[in-house]
């Protein structure tokens, strides 16, 4: 009997497990999860937040095509439309203006001895030839790159956008192929001429005294003083960065990604405005600026007062080395 | 009228590049020339997306304010197009651009960049519309022209018809945003619209 009543017992309370676990659901497996993997996706905005740009992988054998997102596009946009124009416009006609008043002031700097007739070797056949197959590749490649920052906006009125287009291809070819003897020109400048632009005690002197154009002291000089010293140091460092820019966007992206690009752009656009500004300057002194400075470069020859008036120290050098021609001048014992 | 645009949706995309050959074939695209790519992010790890990008047809298109010949011009639809004639090849509007659209077959001197290329929305060019002109060329190396026009002929963009998940979306920029809340509202999440923002200064039910 009590056998029985255990029997019956286990079998009741076996039916009521079996009961309760057949009525059970399945908790877990039914109802939806809490955590949804999938719901931390990320964002666009948040992954750009996160990163200078988004890139992942492509198929594409291109490297290039791996960056989805480069939000730096938009900065270089606000940079090439807006800030390197203010800049060029503000550097070059400043210049411009500073000149025009500098001349209204100070008018041309003659020779005040007035010229003697008499002339002593400046720059030899090579030295001009390379200063002026650079200073002509230089204009070409000034207008031709001003061209690109500010040609659309001011020539399309002028001339309409086909027109306009036509010029513009041609002015990109002229400007990536005279980059190559513009290029060699700067080279040859910085090895002609390097012995000469060190500078020295002189320069300091020169500079407190104004030069000779500020004011009308007569500093002595060497065969460069210290403004054409300071001209050929722009000529070679800024002439190099050109270059060196220059390179890297006509062989796009054989050296750098598009951030680099940019980069380049930026410092050869830069570059290039102030170097313009400085050009002018040096044009200016060179034709209007200064009586018988021209033909230093135009025929190599200077006329001895000019020599004597702005170049001292070089001048008593070439007297001594027996270079200076015609009529009687005193040697320096 | 409707303005054009393109969704890709990254929960979606199975990185399958039905889209880039589809576009390539279309318009018979030279080899080397990308102008619809699918890029992976986290590509093996938790949370990879794959994006289907071309060209997006930004409101305010940087490549169209940076060009030095303005050889772009935008539609009545808000698709952005250019002339190869008047294009010099200088790459300025790849800088520009934030989803690097524009391509440039390497023909020019040096090796370097030749006119640029990029997806057009199967809209063509400035040519007269459904010409062989506008079709272009393919030989002798040349690349001119910009390739069928779809949008002409009241068809959508071939990517986005072929899309095998319907990832990518085409089209009328209202009825699209309707259709990617709608996913968004079942699915419970989203990455959001890719791209919408920079290239719209919009975002969808983030």
Redesign the interface.
Known sequence: MARMGFVLRSLIAALCLWLAAAATPPAAAQQPSSV??????????E??KELQR???????P?A????????A??E??QF??VTLRWIGAIVILGMLAVLLLFYLIRGMVRIEAGRSGRTVVRFNAFERFVHWMTATCFIVLALSGL???F??ELL?PLIG??A??GW??WA??AH??LSFPFTLGVVLMFLLWIAWNFPSGTDVRWIREGGGIVGNGHPPARRFNAGQKMIYWVVVLGGGAAAVTGYL????FYATD?TG??TA?MVHGIVGMLFIAIMLAHIYIGTIGMQGAFEAMGKGEVDVNWARQHHSLWLDNEIRKGRVGGGSVAPAE | MARMKFLCD??RCI?C?AC?TACKNEHDIPW?I?RR???????GK??E?S?S?ACMHCTDA?CA???????FYTTADGVVLHSK????????C???????APQYPKVG?????GKMDKCTYCAGGPETDLSAAEYGSRENGQFTGYGSNRLAEGKLPLCAEMCSTKSLLAGDGEIIAQIYKERVVRR???????????AYRE?IA?
């Open positions: 949804n993997p999938t719901a931390q996706s990320v964002k666009e905005q992954l750009l988004i890139q992942g992988r492509s198929s594409l291109d290039r095509t791996r960056v989805l997102e480069q939000p596009g938009r270089w946009r090439h439309q061209n690109v920052t040609g659309k399309t956008p086909e306009f287009a513009a291809q990109k070819y990536n192929y966007l006509m062989f796009p598009v690009m940019q752009q | 990254a929960d990185e590049n880039v080397g990308n790519r699918v890029v992976t992010i986290n590509d938790p949370g997306r994006v990008m940087p304010a940076v060009c030095p010949v303005n050889c004639d008047l294009c010099i090849g200088c790459g300025y790849f800088y520009a651009c934030p989803f690097g001197n040096f090796g370097s960049r419970g999440y989203t990455s959001g619209a890719w791209g919408w923002q920079t975002t983030s």
